[in-house]
């Protein structure tokens, strides 16, 4: 039986992919060993088996044990772990949700609906560093993955509208914070119907701009506000998070020919999901129905939305997909710049299909390739 190391469970990532484990029974077929950075002799998680006391996530010895590592403990673990891993003579599986090994020669970037024959070449040719992709860029793939697979898309250019827990735990407590801060200074004005909305924005903004209102993890308000910046700048005036479109889209669907894809990255107050708004050069006119069923048949996941009122401000919001596995694809539209040219907009969980669930579902993959 297979040996499977679990490090960074107790994250959000981790916990959310411990949930999708423990729904879809994945703990069976092999023996889990679950190992910390901080409380070695510890209770484990409750995964209905019984399991050992918590390991040393920093005991190499141990770790080459195990058959397949799966972590989600972030890329400082990563980097101090993996190379010395490796260097012992190690050849199991790594599979990982952080970024630092995403763009290594060596590595696949795992999103099956997508790229399951990539990840299936990469198996058979020895390959065994696995990790998950960009949470935007995954789910945007998931969206148009029938649009790629068709070979229609000549560039995207996509506008996302990423959610505070993209940013960490620390950033969506930071985010209620934020919101209570200004409930608070609203309070009074809100009871008294006499009040006018211009004077709530005055009280708004000028909490807002106090400079002891609660932004110590976003360095500026989120919470009735936005924030056109994600991650750290680049030479191409990007930031990480933008040039992260063009650069995973196109390792992640092994493209003979790159596809450009950019666009702006913008943290706006939602908890969790991020959204996003695309702009599709086809590389030929398609009629609009076909396009529609061209999108709505990508994976199992992808649900088109008709482009109306109701069903789009139903169906895709970060309020709807929250926790689910769905991703809504709607405001489907020919543009006035040619017939060529696509609107569309979707909403999906980053935390389900943007980080947990390709990691739930390549252990599922590999176990399954060693059996």
């Known amino acids: 039986m297979k040996n499977v190391g679990f490090i960074g469970w107790r994250g959000m990532v981790g916990s959310v992919l411990m949930g999708r484990m423990l729904e879809e029974g994945d703990f069976k077929g092999y023996e889990p060993l679950f190992f910390t950075t901080s409380n070695v002799g510890g209770k484990g998680p409750e995964i209905g088996l019984p399991i050992p006391p918590l390991k040393d996530a920093y005991d190499i010895d141990l770790l080459r044990g195990m058959d397949v590592i799966v972590t989600c403990q972030g890329g400082d673990y990563t980097s101090r772990v993996y190379p010395e891993l490796r260097k012992s003579g190690w050849k199991g599986y790594w599979i990982d949700s952080a970024s630092t090994l995403r763009l290594d020669e060596d590595s696949i970037i795992v999103l099956d609906p997508v790229n399951r024959p990539v990840i299936d070449r990469g198996l058979a040719a020895g390959t065994r560093t ?56 609203a309070g009074d004005l809100l009871t008294d119907p006499a009040t006018t909305a211009i004077q709530i924005d005055e009280v708004i903004t000028r909490e807002l701009r106090d400079p002891s209102f609660p932004s110590d993890n976003f360095g500026v308000p989120l919470a009735a506000s936005l924030i056109p910046w994600i ?130 579902r390549i252990l599922k993959i590999i176990l399954e390739y060693l059996s």
């Open 231 to 360: 991650d750290r700048p680049m030479e191409s005036g990007q930031t990480r998070e933008e040039w992260k479109g063009f650069v995973e889209t196109n390792k992640i669907l092994q493209t003979k020919e790159p596809i450009p894809v950019d666009g702006i990255c913008v943290r706006v107050g939602a908890m969790r999901c991020h959204s996003q708004g695309f702009t599709i050069k086809l590389k030929k006119d398609v009629p609009l129905d076909d396009l529609w069923a061209i999108v709505d048949k990508g994976n199992q996941w992808v649900k088109v939305i008709p482009n109306d009122k109701d069903s789009s401000i139903t169906h895709l919001t970060p309020a709807a997909v929250n926790g689910t596995l769905t991703i809504p694809v709607g405001r489907i539209r020919k543009m006035l710049m040619g017939p060529e040219y696509v609107a569309a907009f979707t909403c999906g969980d980053q935390l389900l299909w943007g980080a947990a669930e390709p990691i739930r």
């Open 130 to 185: 696995f990790v998950g992709g960009n949470c935007t860029v995954s789910l945007m793939l998931l969206a148009l993955s029938g649009l790629f697979r068709e070979g229609l898309i000549e560039w995207l250019s996509t506008m996302t509208y990423q959610s505070a827990s993209g940013a960490g735990a620390k950033h969506m407590r930071e985010l209620v914070t934020q919101m209570a801060s200004l409930a608070g200074a």
